[in-house]
């Protein structure tokens, strides 16, 4: 069988490992790997390039995507799922292999669905939000990333007696936030999932300095929302194709509001993009690894319109409609336990 892989939406470390394993998993299993540049766009224009044992290797540790990738919605282009059709016949390839998040797997989902055309889906998002799987690679290495940062900022915050906002991602979910502000001791984690107050942020800051302690760590996922539905920042009101704004300043709004409001020095510090770049850790090559080889057994299976998912220990295969159902919101009980540690 011919087999194309292809990944799509933001980059995250563990991408190059998924590739890396469906290309080892599939050329043992006899089947060729065509691989497609740049997401659903690189399929729409036929960009297409054999993936063997040579081009392949190496690429383990690496960050990044050795395919490219982009946030391209066939729906939204003219003709766009004929062009896939067509691409995908004209390669010969009989077994698509998408690696994304809600928007590339939704795009798959809808093309089984409408089409029949025959996907295995790989769960990829740094934040974590995807339904039916424990955890998606790339979270682990970004919530590394994030404690790392948070380690360097306790310093420096003890140092000049400031209140250091962290702004981190999560545009639905606050998994990244909570997961590094507990391993990092923040002294307040804001999530999407919980609108926050401004005064009791402050309040709680307050309580910090009266007991002799002179700064704050305070973690915010990009996300989050005030009390009463006011909406987190949006970069000139930027969307992409797949409708989402481009998010972005909420920490720096935070900065300023509790600098005026108690009267501590703050500053903010907005980690962006570093989240998704470099080496992925040794859980997220592993779980990339394990989902690759899975795919490719979906694909023997013939399991078409799934995705493959972590529960517990075990891979397993999951319908795509399922899994693409609702975001998988922050953990309660999780946050609960952070809450142990807030002010």
């Known amino acids: 069988m011919r087999v194309g892989i292809l990944t799509g939406g933001g980059d995250c470390p563990g991408l190059n490992a998924v590739i890396r394993a469906v290309v080892r998993k599939g050329i043992r299993d006899g089947h060729t790997v065509a691989g497609f540049r740049n997401g659903w766009a690189g399929v729409m224009e036929g960009h297409c390039f054999e993936l063997d044992l040579e081009n392949t290797s190496g690429i383990l540790h690496r960050g990044g995507t050795m395919l490219g990738t982009s946030r391209t919605n066939p729906f939204r282009t003219d003709g766009g799922s004929g062009k ?15 690696i994304g998040g809600e928007d590339t797997l939704g795009v798959a989902g809808r093309l089984w669905k409408e089409d029949g055309l025959p996907v295995v889906g790989v769960p990829k998002t740094i934040d974590n939000d995807l ?64 609108p926050f107050d401004v005064d009791e942020v402050c309040d709680r800051l307050r309580r910090r300095h009266e007991t002799g302690r002179t700064f704050s760590i305070v973690v915010i996922a990009e996300g989050a929302m005030r009390q009463g539905g006011e909406g987190p920042s949006a ?14 300043g909420i920490g720096v709004e935070l900065e300023h509001e509790i600098e005026d409001r108690t009267g501590f020095e703050s500053r903010v510090t907005i980690l962006g993009h570093v989240q998704r770049g470099g080496t992925p850790t040794a859980y997220d090559r592993v779980l990339a690894t394990r989902f690759g080889v899975a795919a490719v057994d979906a694909v023997n299976d013939g399991a078409f319109g799934t995705m493959v998912a972590l529960h517990a220990t075990e891979i397993r295969q999951v319908p795509l409609e399922e899994a693409l159902r609702e975001p998988k919101l922050l953990d309660e009980a999780l946050y609960e336990t952070a809450e142990v540690f807030f002010g």
Not at 135 to 150: L, R, S
Not at 167 to 192: F, K, N, Q, T, Y
């Open 235 to 248: 970069t000139e009101q930027v969307t992409d194709a797949f409708g989402h704004a481009r998010l972005g």
């Open 131 to 194: 339904g039916c799987t424990d955890f998606t690679f790339g979270f682990q290495t970004a919530v590394q990333i994030v404690t790392d940062a948070i380690d360097r900022l306790h310093t420096t915050a003890e140092s000049h007696n400031r209140v250091m906002v962290v702004e981190v991602m999560g545009r639905h979910a606050g998994w990244i936030a909570v997961h590094s502000g507990i391993a990092g001791g923040a002294d307040a984690i804001l999530v999407p999932e919980r």
């Open 84 to 98: 896939v059709k067509a691409a995908l016949e004209a390669e010969g390839v009989e077994a698509l292999i998408p």
